[in-house]
């Protein structure tokens, strides 16, 4: 079992950046902080950064016990950081679905490492140009951060 780490925590506030006040993307739920969302946000909701920090903390836990109970193989903890990242980008139903952990459970560490840079994980036609980039260089550096020893 792996457990969250500094590194985990570092890799994911990268990626998500902390936005104060609630946004939405075309189609998505509101959002606030480091990518929070649920029914305790709103649009015109704003929060401090200690309020942000908690969130992303209450979220991670989650997602630390979701996937500890999932992934049957042990795992490294730059594995561990870099598939809490894309889970915590797409979620826990996409991530069941994904190629990705299905290789991982197989003992298949080099095809998943592939993986992450499946299509499907980063080429969402919702999206404009700009945040399908943003999307295959996060899937890009999980990738890196997977296959480093």
């Known amino acids: ?35 929070h969302t649920g029914s305790d946000v709103h649009m015109g909701m704003k929060i401090t950064q200690q ?21 049957h193989r042990e795992l490294t903890q730059n594995q561990f950081d870099a598939l809490m990242s894309f889970l915590y980008n797409r979620g826990s139903g996409n991530f069941l679905k994904s190629r990705l952990y299905k290789l991982v459970n ?13 299509k499907e994980n980063w080429n969402f036609s919702k999206f404009n140009a700009n945040i399908r980039n943003s999307l295959y260089n996060r899937r890009r550096r999980e990738r890196e951060v997977f296959i480093t020893k």
């Open 106 to 118: 197989a003992g298949d560490m080099v095809g998943a490492a592939n993986a992450f840079l499946d």
């Open 1 to 35: 079992m792996t457990t969250l780490a500094n590194s985990t925590v570092k890799l994911i506030q990268e990626f998500e950046g902390c936005k104060l006040q609630a946004y939405q993307l075309k189609g998505d739920k509101p959002t606030i902080g480091y990518g």
């Open 51 to 71: 309020q942000a920090e908690m969130y992303l903390f209450g979220d991670l836990k989650e997602r630390v016990n979701f996937l500890n109970s999932h992934i």
